[in-house]
């Protein structure tokens, strides 16, 4: 597993996000859940698969209609890196908080 380079709040977000699900999460959750944009979550997606924090696969759910869904999950190790850096930025910035629809999933 690598180290990621720079991480800002956006890599944060997204690691919560993965964080606070026993489940897979799928891209246009993600988006929705951490309120950024397709441009900055699918590249951070990306960056954390290639670097070995995250795996993805695809849904290939048979009983739900429209496309298909990429999956994504940390790996053990990606999770153990992620709580990390997301206990660092809490630190570094007490005012920072996950939003509330992450808080609520």
């Known amino acids: 597993m690598q180290q990621l380079g720079r991480i800002g709040r956006a890599t944060v977000d997204v690691l919560t996000v993965l964080l606070d699900s026993d489940q897979p999460r799928w891209g246009l959750e993600i988006i929705k859940l951490t309120g950024r944009p397709s441009g900055s979550v699918y590249p951070l997606l990306d960056r954390l698969e290639q670097a070995g924090w995250a795996t993805s696969s695809w849904d290939d759910a048979s009983d739900r209609r429209g496309p298909r869904r990429r999956m994504y999950r940390l790996t053990a190790e990606g ?7 997301c206990a660092r930025a809490a630190e570094r910035s007490p005012s920072w908080r996950p939003s509330s629809s992450q808080v609520a999933q």
């Open 79 to 85: 999770a153990t890196e992620a709580r990390r850096v």
